[in-house]
């Protein structure tokens, strides 16, 4: 009768999982528009200028996810310990370091801009001078880039997320308001596309900072020492490489893929190439939509030991980047001229470089939604090597070392060829990988996700909806399954006046999960609920917890913590 039937995680993930893609959707078709913008303003042909800067943005992207995505998966991780000091403190450093570092980039990119832009035009020299105009409007608006995209990822672990979506909707919508303006009012030419995100990115940051007015935010700037700050700035990179260096792999496999272009194709190829490199952001609308609303859930769930919801987690996300991969991949294989209708390709020497590259390079979607996702599981589970390898191989050794074997034996086509095998390979990697755990473990560790799996005779998991009756009935029913226990009777009246009171305590509640795990020395109540904000072991005057003193003396230790925008309860009681 009492089963877990995870309406709340399903709830959860929604409420993530939409603002994270519509957050997601606002950067990636943004992007994808603007190029759309300047090929149709200045000509496909300046979309070359903008690829050849594009190692850069995907540097700047690392930084930003390394210590910004990965701070905040330490700092949900810190608040599933109870640690609200540690969680402040990845909080602190992270936007610290994100802020210094960005302005950092911004005057040294200035100080630089003509030597930059001659390195990253190596095959291709005579694109220079537009080369160093981007990259000049572009780079001073890093400062603000590092700070509204770090700030973003703190916010949403924070259970805020749709303002982090409106912020970077903002920024765009300015971005491309400021195309217009500063290309075709002002004249500035594909300097003015860059200069027009910098403006995005500056409004943005003014818009996202409204969350340090929000009353219900529980992260908080905390003095810290030189060396903790140093320690925490180790276990944040740390954390957040794994999943990050895609960013640095993408922009070592850019550059180098762009002197291949240059070499085995010409200028064509690299218009082909940004197509196809544009035309990810629209896959990517879904694969970083999905994969940073699985994380910081998956982080949580698998620190409290809850395999089962990690599992739910991971299943519903697999099949959300699935089914977007595979239809953009049909789409563009069987219709690759939509594509050239919208970059405005009339360019005859250009059209039949780009169509073949296109339905070449559309095959390898479905292989890096499956790379991409479990390289942030992997990260989330705290598996970093993992993840770093997989990264690894899927965003530079194999993309570029099958590119440059075979393009030397069949020219052009092995480039965009080596995009898919790249995949697959990585995919092969993983499946041998994981059985190899599997044995390892003797079958402790199973499946693809080498997820564990609950115990059934010492892990029961329950969802009720907000009824006192359920409660009661719950209580005496786990009291049943733990019959012979000394401490079952003690277990059942802590979950009854913990369930009667958090539903006393709601106008309205719909589920509360409870999950009851029978260890050798003790038992643990988790219990979650998406009630008010409230700590059971306070005393609180607007939320007053009738039977605190009898769960107090029922309970050995009680935590809380409020995670996710949900209350997090653990009860220990002593066998």
């Not at 060396?227 to 957040?240: A, R």
């Not at 892990?459 to 719950?474: R, S």
Request: aromatic share 14%; hydrophobic share 50%; net charge neutral.
């Amino acid at each position: 009768m009492y089963e877990r039937n995870y309406d709340l995680l399903r709830s959860k993930f929604k409420e993530f999982f939409l603002p994270t893609l519509f957050t997601s959707m606002a950067g990636n078709i943004c992007l994808f528009v603007d190029g759309l913008i300047v090929s149709f303003l200045l000509g496909a042909g300046n979309l070359s200028a903008i690829q050849i800067v594009a190692p850069v943005s995907t540097f700047i992207n690392l930084i930003y996810w390394m210590i910004g995505l990965g701070g905040s998966v330490l700092c949900s991780v810190a608040k599933a310990e109870f640690d609200d000091k540690k969680s402040n403190g990845y909080f602190t450093v992270a936007l610290i370091s994100l802020l210094t570092i960005g302005i950092l980039i911004a005057i040294f990119g200035l100080a630089f801009s003509g030597s930059i832009a001659q390195f990253l035009c190596a095959s291709q020299p005579e694109l220079v001078p537009e080369v160093t105009s981007f990259f000049s409007a572009f780079v001073i608006g890093m400062p603000c880039l590092c700070y509204m995209m770090s700030l973003s990822y703190f916010i949403r672990a924070d259970g805020i997320p749709t303002l982090p979506f409106r912020a970077i909707l903002l920024a765009n919508i300015i971005n491309l308001c400021f195309d217009f303006i500063y290309i075709k009012f002002f004249a500035m030419g594909v300097g003015g596309a860059a200069l027009a995100s910098s403006t995005g990115f500056l409004m943005g940051s003014i818009f996202i900072s409204y969350y340090f007015f929000k009353s219900e935010r529980t992260l908080q700037f905390i003095k810290l020492k030189m060396g903790e700050f140093f320690g925490y700035i180790k276990q944040i990179v740390t954390s957040g490489f794994s999943s990050s260096s895609t960013q640095l792999y993408l922009t070592l496999k850019l550059f180098i893929i762009n002197i291949l272009i240059g070499i085995y194709i010409g200028k064509s190829g690299l218009v082909a190439f940004s197509i196809c490199y544009n035309s990810l952001f629209i896959l990517y609308i879904f694969l970083i939509g999905t994969s940073q609303t699985m994380s910081p859930i998956v982080s949580v769930y698998f620190k409290e030991e809850d395999y089962s919801g990690v599992n739910y987690i991971i299943k519903r996300s697999l099949k959300i980047v699935l089914v977007a991969s595979l239809a953009l991949a049909i789409l563009f294989i069987v219709y690759p001229q939509s594509l050239l209708l919208l970059y405005s390709v009339k360019n005859p020497a250009d059209v039949p470089v780009v169509l073949n590259a296109l339905r070449i390079f559309a095959i390898s979607y479905v292989g890096t939604a499956i790379t991409f996702l479990y390289t942030f599981y992997a990260q989330a589970i705290q598996k970093n090597r993992l993840s770093t390898i997989i990264s690894l191989l899927e965003g530079f050794i194999c993309p570029i070392g099958f590119a440059v074997v075979l393009s030397f034996f069949i020219g052009g086509n092995g480039i965009w060829i080596s995009f898919a095998i790249a995949e697959a390979v990585t995919i092969l990697f993983i499946i041998a990988y994981s059985r190899h755990i599997g044995r390892k473990t003797n079958g402790e560790y199973l499946g693809f996700f080498i997820n564990k799996h609950n115990d059934d005779k010492k892990v029961f998991e329950h969802t009720i909806n907000g009824d006192v009756k359920e409660a009661v009935n719950l209580a005496r029913e786990v009291q049943k399954y733990l019959s012979g226990n000394k401490s079952a009777t003690l277990v059942s009246l802590a979950i009854e006046e913990m369930l009667v009171n958090i539903i006393d305590t709601n106008e309205s509640i719909d589920a509360i999960d409870v999950i009851v795990r029978n260890n050798d020395d003790n038992i643990l109540i988790s219990i979650k609920d998406t009630g008010i904000d409230f700590n059971p072991v306070i005393e609180n005057d607007n939320l007053k917890f009738d039977n605190i003193s009898v769960l107090n003396k029922i309970a050995d230790k009680i935590d809380y913590s409020r995670v996710l925008g949900l209350n997090s309860t653990v009860i220990t009681i002593k066998n």
